[in-house]
């Protein structure tokens, strides 16, 4: 078992100036853990595959395409590859929100 803490994670520097921690990586997917400061954002990028986001703490102006939104805690935000999109900090506090690009699972689960 492996266990990481969003503390003792190593901030991993990004074109955004964003407070960006690897949370979990392997062949298959990855998990990074965001936070922004008031009036912070993440530049619009484009990814090459589907993402989502959770939002863990704050609230978040999310613009994917066409559309914005304004999320908050305990909210996902699905954004399809290859689509431009950015997150910005909508609220006074600090946003923390992960950002999880994975696989879709293709064999069931079993019970053991």
């Known amino acids: 078992m492996q266990i990481r803490y969003v503390k003792d994670a190593e901030q991993k520097k990004n074109p955004h100036g ?3 921690r690897k ?3 392997s062949d298959h997917g990855q998990a990074m853990h965001i936070t922004l ?5 993440l530049k619009k990028h484009i990814t090459p595959v589907d993402v989502f986001f959770y939002i863990l703490e704050g609230k978040a102006r999310v613009e994917i395409g ?3 939104e304004i999320v908050e805690k305990d909210s996902i ?3 399809p590859a290859k689509i431009p999109h950015l997150i910005a900090n909508a609220g006074d506090g600090i946003l923390r ?3 999880v690009k994975m ?3 293709e064999e069931s689960t079993q019970l053991l």
């Open 97 to 99: 929100f992960l950002v």
């Open 18 to 20: 964003a407070d960006v």
């Open 66 to 68: 066409d559309e914005a």
């Open 37 to 41: 400061e008031p009036k912070q954002s």
């Open 77 to 79: 935000v699905e954004s």
């Open 103 to 105: 696989q879709k699972q």
């Open 23 to 25: 949370m979990y990586a």
